[in-house]
């Protein structure tokens, strides 16, 4: 059974840093895409920035290009998002997902959606 689990969380003023964890457990990272997604209130949910660990492609949205980084350590089954330089308009709730299948169904997982998700961890950035 795949589990995601979301950390790191917290309230941080503008221009602050953050780093959150995805705990990934019952997968193998070579054959999945994970990402982080974020979903503020009355918006809908959108990927920030996925990675594919066969390739090491990445995807970042321009909302947050060159402030986040998709990192992730094998060894630990864990997927970082570091972000920096925050802004009140980053103020979310960031849900780890993932998503199996061919290469090419990989790479589209911030464009759509992934097959398991987390619970979400709680980003609040004050200006």
């Known amino acids: 059974e795949v589990q995601l689990v979301e950390s790191g969380g917290d309230l941080v003023q503008a221009g602050g840093s953050l780093r959150l964890s995805c705990a990934a457990s019952?997968?193998?990272?070579?054959?999945?895409?994970i990402g982080w997604f974020r979903q503020a209130p009355g918006k809908e949910r959108e990927g920030v920035a996925c990675?594919?660990?066969?390739?090491?492609?990445?995807y970042y949205a321009d909302s947050v290009k060159g402030r986040f980084t998709i990192s992730s350590d094998n060894a630990k089954n864990t997927v970082y998002l570091q972000m920096n330089s925050l802004k009140p308009e980053d103020t979310a709730i960031y849900y780890c997902?993932?998503?199996?299948?061919?290469?090419?169904?990989?790479?589209?997982?911030?464009?759509?959606?992934?097959?398991?998700w987390g619970q979400g961890t709680q980003v609040t950035v004050s200006s």
């Open positions: 019952g997968l193998i990272f070579d054959h999945y895409a």
């Open positions: 997902t993932a998503r199996y299948g061919t290469i090419w169904y990989r790479h589209s997982l911030c464009a759509s959606s992934g097959d398991y």
């Open positions: 990675i594919t660990f066969s390739d090491g492609r990445t």
